[in-house]
């Protein structure tokens, strides 16, 4: 064998087996079909890449060595035209709990909508329907409900990091929560918008699984459901930031929502996700925010907030992080009303009894 014929050998193995590591997941996950066909189909490709790595390197092969890396890259082309072919969709049988992405628009020097007696006649609100405001019970037990709501731009105090760790301290969900004067808070999170009749999968999610969902929602909701309900670990941060640039991504979280609405795009696990979303807010707002494998592996994500100055509290992180977490206060106020339960998961948090401002 010449050093040259070696190389090109070398140079189909790798690229076989590489694809072959994309496509077979990729056809268990997508193609249609019931699981067992779909899975016994992703079998054979993944058997006929190593059938072709075989017969490349198999010296009493030299006729059919090519042939079949030919069909297999003929295969392979044939699977990118697929894979380019499937589409977000707008319009799926959507969870019940991801059936609305929230809608929103700021109304300058009107009257509250849906709280007329706020007294804000002068300043501009945002006015959001299909805000989340669920009752939890088990995790596939819950009592639907969504509301329109009215929030005062011109009293928005604070702005939070909540981080709620469901796969060892790794990997965590990311939400962003805005706090008012008038003590309510309205949490953001970045979601896959998962079909009636699908499971989260974290593999899938790389796989053109789940379309994103951008929801907003009541604390009470989308914080106990992750603490209470489903037993995660959740931690919360008092983040500094300028009043103006937390109403700027308040608007962009509903400006990313409208944006999925019309123009839906595919979630993936790790570079489409609740916190990479949130970071690419984030510097359309300000300039040199870093890359850093923190963003990735989210559950280290509060450090690099720290890391840039940006949390409202100076101690070390370290400490931070022990008093951050909300497990046992969420627990205590399990039975309150939103206002309350708001309230009582950020006494003792370091830094969230002052504004972010």
């Given at each position: 064998?010449?050093?040259?014929?070696?190389?090109?050998?070398?140079?189909?193995?790798?690229?076989?087996?590489?694809?072959?590591?994309?496509?077979?997941?990729?056809?268990?996950?997508?193609?249609?079909?019931?699981?067992?066909?779909r899975i016994g189909i992703a079998v054979l490709v993944g058997t006929l890449a190593l059938l072709c790595v075989v017969a490349l390197w198999w010296p009493q092969a030299s006729t059919l060595r090519w042939r079949l890396a030919g069909s297999y890259l003929m295969l392979l082309v044939a699977s990118l035209a697929w894979w380019h072919s499937i589409a977000p969709q707008a319009d799926r049988d959507w969870a019940e709990e991801v059936a609305h992405l929230v809608e929103g628009r700021v109304i300058e020097g009107q009257e509250s909508q849906t709280q007329p007696d706020v007294g804000h006649s002068?300043?501009?609100?945002?006015?959001?329907?299909?805000?989340?405001?669920?009752?939890?019970?088990?995790?596939?037990?819950?009592?639907?409900?969504?509301?329109?709501?009215?929030?005062?731009?011109?009293?928005?105090?604070?702005?939070?990091?909540l981080t709620s760790h469901w796969m060892g301290p790794q990997i965590a969900h990311t939400l962003v929560s805005f706090g008012f004067a008038d003590g309510r808070y309205l949490a953001f999170s970045v979601e896959i918008r998962k079909e009636s009749t699908e499971v989260f999968s974290t593999l899938g999610g790389m796989f053109k699984q789940y379309e994103l969902a951008v929801i907003a929602a009541d604390e009470r909701d989308i914080v106990r459901v992750r603490s209470n309900v489903r037993g995660e670990e959740v931690h919360l941060y008092r983040v500094q930031m300028p009043q103006e640039m937390m109403r700027e991504l308040l608007l962009a979280y509903v400006d990313e929502a409208e944006t999925l609405r019309t123009q839906p795009r595919f979630y993936n696990t790790a570079f489409s996700n609740c916190t990479t979303l949130v970071y690419a807010m984030m510097t359309r707002l300000t300039d040199g925010l870093p890359l850093d494998y923190r963003l990735l592996l989210s559950g280290y994500l509060p450090e690099y907030v720290a890391d840039q100055g940006a949390l409202s509290d100076t101690a070390p992180f370290a400490e931070l992080k022990a008093r951050s977490l909300i497990n046992p206060a969420a627990l205590a106020a399990d039975q309150q009303p939103d206002g309350d339960f708001s309230r009582l998961i950020r006494e003792g948090i370091p830094g969230a009894d002052r504004p972010s401002f």
């Open positions: 064998m010449s050093l040259v014929s070696g190389i090109v050998r070398a140079a189909l193995s790798i690229t076989m087996l590489g694809a072959a590591t994309w496509l077979t997941p990729a056809l268990w996950f997508r193609l249609p079909g019931p699981e067992v066909l002068r300043g501009a609100v945002l006015h959001l329907d299909h805000v989340r405001d669920f009752e939890w019970h088990t995790p596939e037990d819950f009592t639907p409900h969504w509301e329109s709501r009215d929030y005062p731009l011109d009293e928005l105090t604070s702005v939070d990091l």
